[in-house]
């Protein structure tokens, strides 16, 4: 999330900036170092990308608490449970957040690691891809100035982009994005890696469990689907301004877009959707509630006031209905600091977000929105700006 608007919660200038304590871009370095990069109380060493499974969806196919695929099952297929893997979450999270990727910023080997990941996933997945001639890439020059960054930066980075085209004729025209950011702050100047771990590998993460999961449930969608990783949200949500400035897309044709920006941390308690009382977002926010009710999910969703403080914000000064999920009930302390790591991600938080998504997202996928069209009413339904005022304040952003 970028810093500039600190949760959104006001529009000046934060007291913690991704530029604080001297961080870089490193333009040259030595590509197999990762792991001599000086201690910072993070893991040591490197970190692989976790394994794909044949059969999808849980990893090493061991037994486990969710259901997940069981080695024992006898002869013939395993038989995958359709349900939300927050444990493959989890690893992929610690991928993203580990030293050897080296906060991820645009510019830098760590951050095309992250990519070249994303896409891997996708491909894995069954994605086709969803960039300019059908590649799972769209590139885009960006830059950094002063007023955002300690150094001027620039130069060119991509979004990847992986597309589940719809199935039925009548519905197929209509698109969802489901996206996150999966860029952050790099290096500091004392070697210290702004890891990112909330910020936002769990959201990228999710974004990626979404996407297997069509394939773990062999489902196909009513409507057309693109997973975004977008890439330089830190430096001002650059890649999500250029899709929507050049979409690969039509912009009439998107019906919704889910966002995620740390969705790891808080309590496991829920999630706080931003602007899900506006309008134009209201039909998302019942949706979401019905669908969740429907399924027997107990976790809370709580609606505070809309802020443009991550990649929905070009979508929806574009007009185009929005779903923010940000997980309850507060930022941490570590935002935006190398303190931002896997002590900060709470399985339970990245449980309840890829359900409470995944519950919503399947009958919009299938043109089924309809049966959960009503104003929710749910006792896990609750509505204030308590936690954006801590929040804020918490931040340094108390106005």
Not at 22 to 35: L, N
Not at 50 to 76: C, K, M, Q, V
Not at 109 to 136: C, K, M, T, V, W
Not at 260 to 281: A, E, R
Request: with cysteine; proline share 7%.
């Amino acid at each position: 999330m970028i810093g500039l608007f600190v949760l959104g919660a006001c529009s000046v200038e934060s007291d913690v900036e991704p530029g604080d304590g001297g961080m870089s871009v490193t333009p040259e370095f030595d590509a197999g170092g990762a792991d001599g990069l000086p201690g910072d109380g993070s893991r040591d060493g490197q970190v692989a990308p976790p394994d794909h499974d044949p059969d999808e969806g849980t990893g090493d196919g061991a037994a486990n608490a969710d259901g997940g695929a069981s080695l024992d099952a006898g002869p013939g297929p395993v038989e995958v449970p359709c349900a939300v893997d927050p444990e493959r979450v989890w690893r992929d999270v610690e991928y993203l957040a580990s030293r050897e990727l080296r906060g991820r910023i645009p510019g830098d080997i760590g951050n095309e690691q992250a990519l070249d990941f994303a896409e891997s996933e996708f491909r894995a997945a069954g994605l086709e891809g969803g960039g300019p001639d059908g590649s799972y890439r769209q590139p885009f020059d960006f830059s950094c100035s002063h007023d955002w960054c300690r150094n001027n930066q620039y130069g060119v980075t991509e979004n990847v982009i992986a597309k589940l085209p719809g199935k039925d004729p009548a519905l197929a025209s209509e698109v969802i994005i489901i996206g996150a950011h999966i860029d952050h702050l790099g290096v500091r100047d004392d070697g210290a890696v702004y890891g990112g771990a909330d910020d936002n590998a769990s959201g990228a993460a999710i974004v990626l469990e979404l996407a297997r999961m069509f394939q773990r449930c062999n489902l196909a969608p009513s409507r057309t689907l693109l997973f975004v990783e977008w890439n330089a949200e830190e430096m001002g949500l650059i890649g999500s301004r250029h899709f929507v400035d050049s979409p690969t897309v039509s912009l009439d044709s998107i019906k919704a877009v889910y966002n995620f920006d740390m969705v790891g941390g808080g309590d496991g308690s829920g999630i706080l959707l931003f602007g899900g009382d506006d309008q134009q977002n209201r039909w998302l926010t019942d949706l979401m509630v019905n669908a969740a009710e429907a399924e027997g999910l107990e976790h809370v969703i709580e609606l505070v006031p809309q802020k443009l403080a991550s990649d929905h914000a070009p979508f929806v000064q574009r007009g185009i209905p929005i779903c923010w999920g940000f997980a309850r009930p507060d930022p941490h302390p570590g935002y935006h600091q190398p303190e931002d790591d896997m002590s900060r991600i709470k399985l339970e938080s990245l449980r309840a977000v890829s359900e409470l998504f995944w519950a919503a997202l399947r009958p919009l996928s299938l043109g089924d929105e309809q049966a959960f069209a009503f104003r929710a009413h749910s006792p896990r339904l609750r509505s204030s700006d308590l936690a954006l005022s801590r929040a804020a304040q918490e931040l340094g952003c108390g106005k």
